[in-house]
């Protein structure tokens, strides 16, 4: 049988199998309590797939969330469970799944979508290009510890990681406004992200939550799971930082506090903070954090002139953007940007006029949450100046005070 290796979004019926796939792509084991824990968060009819011989042997799916910018929110389509099965592999059905999802975006409206990689050398050629950068802390918790008086005082309380939701919920939506990378998370993600995930349960206790602020007032929240460990010399256990937000600096220290002084442990692990986060000013040796750095949220312009108006700009640009783009040939050509600073709505509409900067998609897709300045990436070779002066005007406009943050790898 001839197959026509074409995607297409899929049925109920082919969910199971289409799971499947990306648990074995994964190399983690497709048991039936994890496939009714992911079904109420996929979205069927964002869910491409190819079949072969009636079986999926590429998939990827969408989530429709919102995506703080800066000044802003965009809906913004975060692509997830993408996976190809390894007979299938290097002959293209990665490509035509990516197509199939910027078809899909664009026609719902989504002027940008956003994914984090499994590996960093997938996606820029599909025209993503890395927006945040993600500091991987493995802190000797007896060698770091908060030198100032921020957070004492503040209530800690545990609750009951489902239980606590509204509270999460209040303190995410709070803290999305004002910060670029953060992501809406709808109530059927809550509700995944905080069941006792039976795939990381196995070398760990329970999932942990704890609020921050008086009852009734949460000012951060912290998710986090223990691993016990013994070692000759007693103790050795390790406090895992699954996601920590706070609105004020008062509840981000204190979150810190209570889990960098966890008795029976000797590590804190935590893969996601921010480059901009205030934890390393507020530890008396910022060494000790021992980070290390990695990309974080990829972002790929679907519809160029919507997300770029979208978004409003650190100081005033009338600048013309020559951009290429393989994959979504409409976004390719003369761009003129005009904002006339942080409080003021932007334009930008196709020009004749002559460039003042030449780049790919992928380098405005970097650039977009203000997290990878355009200068980094003239120095790369990546971003061409054509008139002195173009370039640094145009990365102070598309810098931004608040650095962006992504704290959820979806
Ligand atoms: C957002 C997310 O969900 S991230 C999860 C991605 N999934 C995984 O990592 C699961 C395991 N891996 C896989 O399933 C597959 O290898 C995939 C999905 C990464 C790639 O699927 P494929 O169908 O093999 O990709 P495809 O054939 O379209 O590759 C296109 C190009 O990407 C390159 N490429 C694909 N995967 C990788 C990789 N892991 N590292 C480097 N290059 C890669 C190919 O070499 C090819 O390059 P070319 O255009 O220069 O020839």
């Known amino acids: 049988m001839t197959d026509d290796l074409s995607p297409r979004t899929i049925t109920e019926d082919e969910y199971r199998a289409v799971h499947r796939l990306v648990f074995r792509a994964f190399f983690t084991t497709p ?15 964002r869910t491409h797939a190819v079949f072969a011989d009636g079986a999926p042997v590429a998939t990827g799916t969408i989530q429709t969330r919102e995506l703080s910018i800066p000044g802003g929110t965009v809906q913004a389509a975060h692509v997830t469970g993408v996976a190809v099965a390894p007979t299938y592999r290097r002959r293209g059905l990665l490509g035509k799944i990516m197509q199939a999802q910027f078809a899909a975006a664009a026609a719902a409206g989504e002027p940008v979508a956003a994914l984090w990689a499994s590996e960093g050398a997938i996606y820029g050629r599909y025209g993503y290009g890395p927006a945040t950068w993600s500091v991987r802390y493995e802190a000797d918790n007896r060698e770091v510890s908060l030198a100032g008086p921020a957070g004492v005082g503040v209530p800690i309380r545990e609750v009951e990681p489902l239980e606590g939701r509204e509270a999460f919920a209040a303190v995410l939506d709070r803290a999305r406004q004002g910060q670029p990378g953060l992501s809406g998370r709808p109530r059927a993600l809550w509700e995944r992200r905080l069941v006792n995930d039976p795939a990381d349960r196995q070398a760990a206790a329970e999932l942990q939550a704890v609020l921050a602020g008086p009852p009734g007032d949460p000012v951060g929240y912290a998710l986090w799971r223990p691993f016990g460990n013994w070692g000759p010399a007693g103790a050795e256990g390790i406090v895992d930082v699954i996601e920590l937000l706070a609105t004020t600096l008062d509840g981000y220290a204190a979150l810190w506090r209570f889990l960098l002084t966890m008795d029976l442990t000797r590590q804190v692990r935590y893969g ?28 790929r312009l679907i519809d160029l002139p919507a997300a770029l108006a979208a978004r409003r700009y650190a100081a005033p640009v009338d600048a013309v953007l020559e951009v290429t783009d393989q994959r979504i040939p409409a976004n390719a050509g003369r761009w003129r940007l005009t904002a006339a600073g942080p409080d003021a709505p932007a334009r930008c509409a196709a020009t004749d006029a002559p460039a003042d900067l030449t780049m790919d998609v992928r380098e405005l897709g970097a650039a977009y949450l203000g997290g990878t300045s355009l200068g980094t990436l003239a120095a790369a070779g990546r971003v061409v100046e054509h008139r002195p002066g173009g370039l640094a005007a145009v990365a102070t406009a598309f810098g931004w005070p608040v650095p962006p943050i992504s704290i959820e790898v979806f």
């Open 272 to 299: 996601v903070a921010g480059p901009g986060e205030p934890l390393p000013h507020l530890v008396a040796d910022p060494r000790r954090l021992a980070a290390r750095l990695g990309d974080g949220l990829w972002i």
């Open 31 to 45: 048991t039936d309590e994890l496939a009714a824990l992911d079904r109420p968060v996929l979205e069927l009819d």
